[in-house]
DNA sequence: TATTTATTTCAATACAAATTAAACAATCTA
DNA sequence: TAGATTGTTTAATTTGTATTGAAATAAATA
């Protein structure tokens, strides 16, 4: 078996798992190309520019240069330079464990900071009428400050899980693994 | 202020609260449509059928007859029965935390699964080029091995959150809140 | 079984999101 | 500064998904 064909089925098995990754990233709110770029770029030894991806991915400019930037801005990739060259060249953060704690922490605390927005109008209403309401119409405003506050205990739980998970707490309940005992390296 | 009145503004806060709820669904996964509907099982403190609810949200019988099918499936909402009634009624899982856990769990699980998928395809192909391949095939080979093994480790370390959410074990480490001691109720 | 009522399926439409080509802006080089 | 290279924004198209009305199915009663 030659390196040439070698190199062409490592290349198949790469897209079969980068696909997979590309599937999996839409989970992460991606789309399957913007899921793509980041494949290739997880499997890259080397930093590629926009170029490059172009090339791998088979999109455009355009597409390609929106879907780095989405993927800047949630840090899944980082931009790196190469001196004496004009062109932008990334990497892919390859830590699953920390693109997993950066996505969860926005999402839970994002998820709390819309309903409890939607909680601070309404409140007002909800208090006044409890106090000086009557009938069916207090009755259902009690009911609704209930659910308030059941509601901002949950939340209360989920911002203590998203800061153990920031700060690194939640590996003192919940420890990373160990390496391999009978790992078979080199 | 009559209670006419009062259950005019009411109706309006609770407006707020179910557009929140239905935007903060989207991060779950659906439409926010569906989060709608749910948003109003939510504060209705009556079971609902199809067709009240149709009326709530303003939408045709067929989306809410899917919209609610894709509730039931994901367990954030249950059906419930009147006797002497032939038609459904359905009430929202009020349980935030159950829901996150349900919908967490699942999300998990399933990104394992893709990419635990993915790799197996690949795992063959990179062993035997590791094993008899040279040059600058193998070494792909041997470091695509080892991103596979530390992506295996970060999967142990998410089926291991998995479970401990699942079995309530997560709440040895990180405890639900108490009641509020300054509770205003009643 | 016929008849009413509730729910789902399906094909057509409306809507939203992703992708692109092309124009634009910025940066370097000579 | 002109010319060339790289990267971003825009507007238009394409693609895909959500929603609907109408028809079919299922369920319940008499």
Redesign the interface.
């Known amino acids: 078996?030659s390196?040439q064909e070698?190199?062409q089925?490592?290349e198949?098995?790469?897209d079969?798992?980068i696909?997979?990754?590309a599937?999996?990233m839409v989970?992460y709110g991606v789309t399957p190309s913007v899921g793509r770029i980041y494949g290739v770029l997880?499997?890259s030894?080397e930093p590629m520019n926009l170029g490059d991806i172009q090339e791998a991915v088979a999109m455009s400019k355009a597409s390609v240069s929106n879907g780095l930037r989405e993927l800047l801005e949630t840090e899944m990739v980082i931009k790196v330079w190469k001196k004496g060259d004009r062109k932008d060249y990334y990497i892919a953060e390859?830590d699953?464990?920390k693109n997993?704690i950066n996505f969860f922490v926005k999402?839970l605390r994002?998820?709390r900071s819309?309903?409890v927005?939607?909680?601070q109008?309404?409140l007002p209403?909800?208090e006044e009428?409890s106090e000086?309401?009557?009938?069916?119409?207090?009755k259902?405003?009690?009911?609704?400050l209930a659910?308030?506050?059941?509601?901002m205990?949950?939340f209360?739980?989920?911002m203590?899980?998203a800061n153990?998970m920031e700060s690194g707490e939640i590996f003192d309940?919940?420890p990373?693994?160990k390496e391999?005992k009978d790992?078979k390296h080199g």
């Not at 659910?147 to 509601?151: A, T, V």
Request: aromatic letters at 10%; a negative charge; hydrophobic letters at 40%.
């Open positions: 078996m390196e070698d190199l089925r490592l198949e098995a790469r079969v798992m696909s997979a990754l599937q999996t989970i997880y499997f030894e390859k699953f464990m997993f999402q994002q998820e819309l309903i927005k939607g909680n109008q309404a209403v909800l009428i000086h309401g009557e009938g069916e119409a207090k259902q405003a009690d009911q609704d659910n308030i506050e059941r509601s205990s949950y209360e739980w989920t203590r899980l153990a309940y919940l990373p693994n391999k790992g």
